[in-house]
C-alpha cells in the first residue's frame, strides 16, 4: 500500500507537470465503498491508467496485456504492483486458429478475488488504445467479468463505473484533460434481456453510458473544429473574472462540443437559409477570434475595466503572490527542471503515435522524479540528518505544486496586464470588438432557439 501511495503522488507531479488543468466531473457519482469494476475508454496509452489512478480515492489494480508480462522484470514488477494480465484474442491466436474462449480463466479470478476483497478494479473495453476520435467496437470481456463475479463468483454489491477521458491534444504538452465519471451500473438491479446473450446486452449498455461521457467524432479533422469552434464559443460568454479566479475549465468546452455535434445533425435536413446562416455565424466567430489572437490578446479580457482603482488592485494582488510564492515556485521549478527536462526530450524520441509524447513523458518524468528525489533526500539526510531529509522531501512535490499554480497565473496576469495597456492606449479597438462580441452573443443565442424551437424545415 505504501508503494502505491508513492507512485501514485509521483503520478501526480508528473501529470500536474504535462498537462495544465485535469478537470474531473460527475465525482459525487463515484461509490465510497463497495466493489467496483471501472470501464474506461483507452485514447492515450498507460497515461490512462496513471489519470484514473490519481484521480479515483481509492486504490485501483489494473487490468492490462499479457504481452507486458513477457520480460521476466516488467513480469515481476506489474505483478508486484497488482497489476492483472489479460491475454487478448489476436495475442495468442495462430491464424486459421480459434482463440481459447477460457484463455482468461485465471484473470477472471483474480478480479473476482479483489472484487470479493470489496476492491476497485480497472478495464479497458475496447480492447487496444488508438489514436481515432471515437469510441471503438467494445470487447465482451468487461461485461463477462462482471457477470461472472456478480453471479457464481459471489460478489455482493457489484457496480460497474463509467469513466471518459477526453484531452483536448493528447500529444501537447500544457493543455487539458477532462475525466467525467459517468452513472454507475449496479449489477444487482441491472435487468439481463430474456433471451439472447446476457455478456452483450450488459456490453451495449456499458458502450452506452461510456458515449455519454466521452466525445465522438467521424474524423480528426471533424474532432478539432467542433473543439475549436466550442473554444471561441465558450470564450465568447466568458464573463470577465479575476485572474484569481479558476480559469475556465475544459469541462465547458466539452459540454458546447457536444451541443454543436446536435446542432450539425440538426441542419443536415435544415432549410438551406439557415444552414447559410450557421456558415456565416461561424465565419463571423472565426474572424474576431483571429484578429484577438493576432492583437496577442484574448475573448475573455474584452470586457475589462479600464479604472485605474480595479489596477491598482491587480497590481497589489499579483504582486503580493509573487513576492510571497515566488521563492517557494523557484524552488519548485529548480528541483524539477532536470528531470522534467530529460523526460520531455526522451518523450519526443521516435514518435509514431500519437499517444508517444504524453505515454513516454509521463512515465520517464514519474521515473527521474523518484529518482530525483531519493538522490536529494539522501543528500540531506548524508549533511543534516534523518528529520530534516524527511522535512525536504515533504516539501518537493508541495514547490512543485505552488509552482505549476503560480507559473499558470502569472501567464494569466501577463496577458491581462498586457490587453489593459493596450486598451488604455487605443479604447476605440476595446469599444469596437466589444460591439461585435455583444452582437454575436445575440446572434448565435437566436440560432440556438431557432434550433430548439423546431423551425426547421426540409428543404424542398
Known amino acids: 500500500m505504501i508503494v502505491y501511495v508513492l507512485l501514485r503522488a509521483i503520478a501526480r507531479v508528473a501529470l500536474r507537470w504535462y498537462y495544465r488543468d485535469i478537470q474531473v ?97 480497472l478495464i479497458f473495453p475496447e480492447g487496444i488504445s488508438h489514436d481515432e476520435p471515437f469510441l471503438a467496437p467494445l470487447k465482451s470481456g468487461a461485461a463477462r467479468m462482471a457477470l461472472y463475479a456478480a453471479g457464481s463468483g459471489g460478489v455482493a454489491n457489484l457496480s460497474i463505473v463509467p469513466i471518459g477521458l477526453t484531452f483536448e491534444r493528447k500529444d501537447e504538452p500544457r493543455t487539458r484533460v477532462l475525466v467525467q465519471i459517468g452513472e454507475p451500473i449496479v ?85 438551406p437559409d439557415l444552414r447559410t446562416q450557421a456558415d456565416s455565424l461561424v465565419r463571423r466567430l472565426e474572424a474576431v477570434q483571429r484578429e484577438v489572437a493576432e492583437e496577442g490578446l484574448l475573448l475573455e479580457d474584452i470586457g475589462i475595466s ?30 524539477h527542471w532536470l528531470p522534467f527536462s530529460a523526460a520531455r526530450a526522451l518523450g519526443m524520441r521516435s514518435v509514431e503515435s500519437a499517444s508517444d ?56 496576469a501577463a496577458c491581462r496586464a498586457r490587453t489593459y495597456l493596450r486598451f488604455r492606449r487605443e479604447p476605440i479597438l476595446q469599444q469596437r470588438l466589444a460591439t461585435e462580441l455583444g452582437s454575436l452573443r445575440r446572434d448565435v443565442i437566436a440560432f440556438e432557439r431557432t434550433l430548439d424551437a423546431g423551425d426547421v424545415a426540409r428543404p424542398t
Do not use: C
Not at 513576492?323 to 517557494?328: R, T
Open 25 to 121: 466531473e460527475g465525482l459525487e457519482r463515484f461509490p465510497r465503498r463497495g466493489p467496483l469494476l471501472l470501464v474506461v475508454n483507452h485514447p492515450n496509452a498507460l497515461v490512462d491508467a496513471l489519470l484514473v489512478g490519481w484521480i479515483v480515492p481509492r486504490r485501483v489494480r489494473i487490468t492490462a496485456k499479457s504481452t507486458l508480462f513477457k520480460n521476466p522484470i516488467a513480469d515481476r514488477l506489474l505483478r508486484w504492483i497488482g497489476v492483472v494480465p489479460l491475454q487478448r484474442a489476436h495475442d495468442v491466436s495462430e491464424p486459421g486458429v480459434r482463440s481459447d474462449p477460457m484463455r482468461n480463466r485465471d484473470a477472471f479470478r483474480s478480479v473476482r478475488d479483489v472484487l470479493r476483497a470489496q476492491g476497485v478494479v
Open 187 to 271: 449489477m444487482s438491479t441491472w435487468q439481463g434481456p430474456p433471451q439472447g446473450s446476457a455478456a452483450d446486452a450488459l456490453t451495449d449498455e456499458i458502450e452506452t453510458r461510456l458515449r455519454a461521457v466521452t466525445l465522438n467524432y467521424a474524423s480528426s479533422d471533424d474532432a478539432a473544429r467542433s473543439l475549436h469552434l466550442a473554444s471561441v464559443l465558450a470564450a465568447l460568454f466568458d464573463e470577465v473574472v479575476r485572474v484569481s479566479q479558476r480559469p475556465r475549465g475544459f469541462g465547458a468546452e466539452a459540454t458546447l462540443a457536444r451541443r454543436i455535434n446536435e446542432w450539425a445533425e440538426r441542419l443536415q435536413s435544415a432549410d
Open 357 to 412: 509524447p504524453a505515454m513516454r513523458t509521463v512515465l520517464a518524468g514519474a521515473a527521474l522524479v523518484l529518482l530525483a528525489y531519493l538522490a536529494q533526500t539522501a543528500a540531506v539526510a548524508a549533511l543534516w540528518g534523518p528529520i530534516i531529509a524527511a522535512a525536504y522531501l515533504v516539501s518537493l512535490p508541495i514547490a512543485a505544486d505552488i509552482n505549476f499554480y503560480l507559473s499558470e497565473r502569472m501567464h494569466r
Open 306 to 335: 479600464l479604472s485605474v482603482k480595479h489596477a491598482l488592485r491587480f497590481v497589489l494582488s499579483e504582486g503580493w503572490l509573487l513576492l510571497i510564492g515566488g521563492p517557494v515556485a523557484l524552488w519548485g521549478r529548480i528541483n
